[in-house]
């Protein structure tokens, strides 16, 4: 299970900053995104993967373990990033599309490469 979380994350990175090397700006939008998403999955790991544990620790149980209960700050964490990232990747577009209606072009550089 932990190899393909690790793989998810690690193909989410690869992509993303292979968008972020792209001439476009939509593309490095996508980049940003998918960096982003890269990043939210390696915190929610962070926060352990367990199933059927409760989120917080329950001292009716007797037994008090860490081993107990899952961390929920990383959720919160996340939940938080998935909120900022979105008004993020919207304030982004709308000032990329004011852009391309200035310059005429969605190139990084602002203009298109001689060919």
Same mark, same amino acid.
């Given at each position: ?5 690790? /793989?998810?994350?690690?193909?989410l ?5 292979w /968008? ?8 490095? =939008? =996508? ?17 352990? /993967?367990?199933?059927h ?14 081993s ?23 304030l982004? =577009?709308?000032?990329?599309l ?15 490469? =001689?060919?």
């Open positions: 299970m932990e190899s393909v979380y690790a /793989l998810a994350i690690g193909v990175a690869g992509s993303g900053v /968008l972020l090397l792209r001439p476009r700006t939509f593309q490095v =939008l =996508l980049g940003l995104t998918l960096l982003s998403y890269a990043a939210n999955l390696f915190i929610f790991g962070m926060g352990r /993967l367990a199933m544990m409760a989120p917080i620790i329950d001292s009716t149980t007797g037994a008090v373990t860490v107990n209960y899952t961390d929920p700050v990383p959720q919160a964490l996340v939940l938080t990033a998935i909120v900022i990232g979105f008004a993020t990747t919207a982004l =577009l709308v000032v990329l004011a852009l391309r209606g200035v310059t005429g072009t969605d190139h990084v550089d602002g203009r298109e490469p =001689l060919p």
